[in-house]
């Protein structure tokens, strides 16, 4: 714990990551990609610049996992290169294998020449059929929590923060982009060039390459997708322009040039990554209504909570992700009205529900223990809701004004650094609750580190979904049928919320009448088809058992696809369906998706 006053303050470990950073710290990351979409590998050169902390580092050791290393050399400004002494760690499952390189007393960079595996966590090859146009292949990373070490050797803590520049070899006539500086109208020649000039964490390096469009969503504004989505991107995301001034009206400027996003092929693991300049984003908030675009604020939003001010340690999550959700709800409110963030509040808390009835309690707490762990198991609700139930807490307590000024004074404050739950704390106490009155009123260790919600936190509600409920009410009672059920005007979140309402058993019959009246499996709407298929697989109702292969041959992100196959797993008939859909599936999924089903399912190669 860190102590105030004259105690020396002990920076947080990072226990998910082998460097010796109380050492050496690693300042720049200067990349040499080949693209070998035959292979599935990066041929690669990585050179390291670093700054000595301790008076005897004589040694740098990085986090690598699955990498061919074939080289590795120092630099000196005296000496040019040589060959360096080094050796490679056995591999934990966890954490990859530590690269220990010996550092000659006169070095300032290290170049390591390497390359990957065709299986890295953190890498997705796509043949030309798994994408929209059939044509080229696909590529694209995913770094976060630690899968950058799969792709690059490197410093690969959160707490660290390093500038990037790469060169990028492609096949001719595919796209590069990565989160740093990219030109839109540059010529498809196969060979890039990228900078990052300002300080990033290791899982915000990013690059994805394949046959990509762009059109400009304002000046400082675009999307990047394949050429069958890049319309339907461009009209779902026009608001992005909007929501960058909202934000930047509420936090502070915008610090990171342009704010551009890039579609991915369906097999995306994740509903969005916020990679810096560049958010990743799933096809399937592509609904046709703006719908789904809540995500695109989420991602937003991490430009100040995450990537401007990010968690140290993985165990600070929260501080990225709470945040971040509390920010993306304002946007949302901004633009489309308090009805709307309220509705997709209440959303929230029913996923955090959902999560703290399956959560040991010790996973229930903000600031989670993940030592010997891995940092995706404290991805759940709890970062997310329970981080942003804290704020609104606090800006209850205060007022609206009171807090956004002091959310704009905190990323100032803290801007491009690294900081944990601790740092967070000091900084809440000395200017936000600086009266003994206001700190009483919140109880901020509690929330912290205590389990669940807290004893009277103030929780968002939605008379919209009132309405919903009392609907729900008359079809269950028997009193409407579904066809003169009062729906005219509900949006995508009254649907899934009507859906959540739903009495967990349903006759064959009452599903049968619910999709008639409401074309629920024809649906366009991801999220909608997603939350009928689980009403549905619980139900054991045949006809939608197509709509289901379908959806999980088509779609890879683990949110939408996982909740499915545990359905499914529940009973022996549905076991085997699941066995049998996963067979086909399997290796259309990403690496951190498939690893998620095969828990689910014990599948083994
Ligand atoms: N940074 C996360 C995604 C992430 C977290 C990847 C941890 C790997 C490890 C991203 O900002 C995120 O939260 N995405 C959400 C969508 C959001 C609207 C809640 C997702 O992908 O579902
Ligand atoms: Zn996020």
Redesign the pocket.
Known sequence: MPETGDVTVERARDVHSYANLDEVRVTHVELDLTVLFEERQLRAAAMLSFERVGDDADVLVLDTRDLHITAVESWSALGGFDPATYAIGMPDPVLGSPLTITLPPDATRVRVTYETSPDASGLQWLLPEQTGGGEHPFMFT?S??IHARSWIPLQDSPGVRVTYGARVKTPDGLRAVMSAGNDPNGPLDGSYRFDMPQPIPS?LIALAVGELDFRALGDRAGVYAEPSLILAAESEFEDTAAMIEVAEQLYGPYRWDRYDLLVLPPSFP?????NPRLTFA?PTILAGDKSLV??VA??LA?SWS?NLVTNATWRD?WL??GF??YI?RRIVEALYGRARADMEGVLGVEALNFDLERLDSSDTVLHINLDGRD??EG?TQVA?EKGALFLRQLEELVGRTEFDRFLRGYFNHFSFQSITTADFEAYLRENLLVTDASSSRVAVDEWLRGFGIPEGASMPSSDAFTLVEEQVAYWVGGDRTAASLEVAGWTTFEWLHFLAQLPQSLSTSQLAELDQAFELTSSGNAEIVHQWLLITIRNAYLPTRDRLERYLLDIG?R?LVLPLYQAMAETADGRSLAMNIYRQARPGYHP?TANSVDAVLGWSE
Request: avoid cysteine; charged fraction near 25%.
């Open positions: 995913q976060q929590a899982y994740f509903g969005g990554m916020e799933t809540a995500l989420h991602e991490h995450g999550f990225n992700e971040t959700v993306e940092p995706d991805m997310y992100r949110k951190i």
